[in-house]
């Protein structure tokens, strides 16, 4: 067939916004992160792929190699979501599993690449109705910044784009319904609190590895008294600059809108 599996997607919004604050840390770098939700049944008057996809929350990933075009996680990442979302399921009595995986576009158009359909079938192999969401952002338009989100899969080889709606808040109809609401935005929101102490962890990592010695630049040491001491200094001065990043743009906005929930809960 050359129709996805899935039928839409529905992402609550707490999960929207926290996927889309995860994506504004950085324009220079892709982020990365896990989908855990549902899988339902189609309703009769759906699509002919039967399976339609609930997300109920993001979970952002510790990235072990950043680039501008694609991102790199440890497999054990992959082992924690799966735990995550058993425990999920004992708090919400539904069926939760990893559905998806999502990550940045900074500064080009969603549209996904070659690599992020090779991801993506990678993915489907695993699990035929695990869908793949990218959000463009940083993108220069005349009236500001324009952010983009859509959802595929990988269809022999090809990009098939999937319907995809945010949840608005209080539209649960229920009261089990509510709860499970409640607890969604908890785990949403524990996400976003977790996106600096993420950050700071790839920072530090990335700042220890560019200190360590390597063999020939011992070698070099020890044939010379002196070194260059701006060369030295620069993996430490990208550091500091790239944890100021993280202040200024994820934990002040983030203390702002604490302030501003405060005032009107005053």
Same mark, same amino acid.
């Given at each position: =067939?050359?129709?996805?599996?899935?039928?839409?997607?529905?992402?609550?919004? @707490?999960?929207?916004?926290?996927?889309?604050?995860?994506?504004? @840390?950085?324009?220079?770098?892709?982020?990365?992160?896990?989908?855990?939700?549902?899988?339902? &049944?189609?309703?009769?008057?759906?699509? $002919?792929?039967?399976?339609?996809?609930?997300?109920?929350? /993001?979970?952002?990933?510790?990235? $072990?190699?950043?680039?501008?075009?694609?991102?790199?996680?440890?497999?054990?990442?992959? @082992?924690?979501?799966? !735990?995550?979302?058993?425990?999920?399921?004992?708090?919400?009595?539904?069926?939760?599993?990893?559905?998806?995986? *999502?990550?940045?576009?900074?500064?080009?158009?969603?549209?996904? =690449?070659? $690599?992020?359909?090779?991801?993506?079938?990678? *993915?489907?192999?695993? %699990?035929?109705?695990?869908?793949?969401?990218? /959000?463009? @952002? *940083?993108?220069?338009?005349?009236?500001?910044?324009?952010?983009?989100?859509?959802? /595929? &899969?990988?269809?022999?080889?090809?990009? #098939?784009?999937?319907?995809?709606?945010?949840?608005?808040?209080?539209?649960?109809?229920?009261?089990?319904?509510? %709860?499970?609401?409640?607890? =969604?935005?908890?785990?949403?929101?524990?996400?976003?609190?977790?996106?600096?102490?993420?950050?700071?962890?790839?920072? &530090?990592?990335?700042?220890?590895?560019? &200190? !360590?010695?390597?063999?020939?630049?011992?070698?070099? %040491?020890?044939?010379?008294?002196?070194?260059?001491?701006? $060369?030295?200094? #620069?993996?430490?001065? #990208?550091?500091?600059?790239?944890?100021?990043?993280?202040?200024?743009?994820?934990i002040w906005p983030l203390i702002q809108v604490a302030r501003d929930r405060c005032v009107d809960q005053a």
């Open positions: =067939s050359h129709l996805p599996v899935v039928d839409w997607v529905s992402l609550d919004w @707490v999960a929207y916004w926290g996927c889309l604050t995860h994506a504004m @840390v950085t324009e220079n770098e892709e982020i990365m992160g896990l989908c855990l939700g549902e899988e339902l &049944q189609s309703a009769a008057g759906d699509a $002919v792929g039967g399976v339609n996809l609930e997300i109920l929350a /993001f979970l952002p990933l510790l990235r $072990v190699d950043k680039r501008k075009d694609r991102v790199e996680i440890e497999p054990d990442q992959l @082992v924690a979501a799966t !735990q995550r979302a058993d425990e999920l399921t004992a708090q919400l009595g539904r069926t939760v599993r990893v559905v998806g995986w *999502y990550h940045s576009h900074p500064h080009i158009t969603a549209l996904p =690449s070659h $690599v992020d359909l090779a991801t993506q079938l990678s *993915y489907q192999q695993l %699990a035929e109705s695990f869908v793949g969401l990218i /959000f463009a @952002v *940083y993108s220069g338009h005349e009236r500001g910044q324009r952010c983009q989100a859509l959802c /595929f &899969q990988n269809v022999r080889g090809s990009c #098939a784009y999937i319907p995809m709606r945010v949840r608005p808040p209080h539209c649960a109809t229920s009261p089990d319904a509510a %709860a499970a609401t409640a607890v =969604s935005a908890a785990e949403n929101a524990a996400g976003v609190v977790a996106l600096p102490r993420l950050l700071f962890e790839e920072e &530090q990592r990335e700042f220890e590895q560019q &200190q !360590q010695p390597k063999s020939n630049q011992k070698a070099t %040491a020890s044939s010379s008294n002196s070194s260059d001491s701006v $060369v030295e200094l #620069a993996p430490a001065c #990208a550091y500091a600059c790239n944890v100021g990043s993280i202040v200024d743009r994820l």
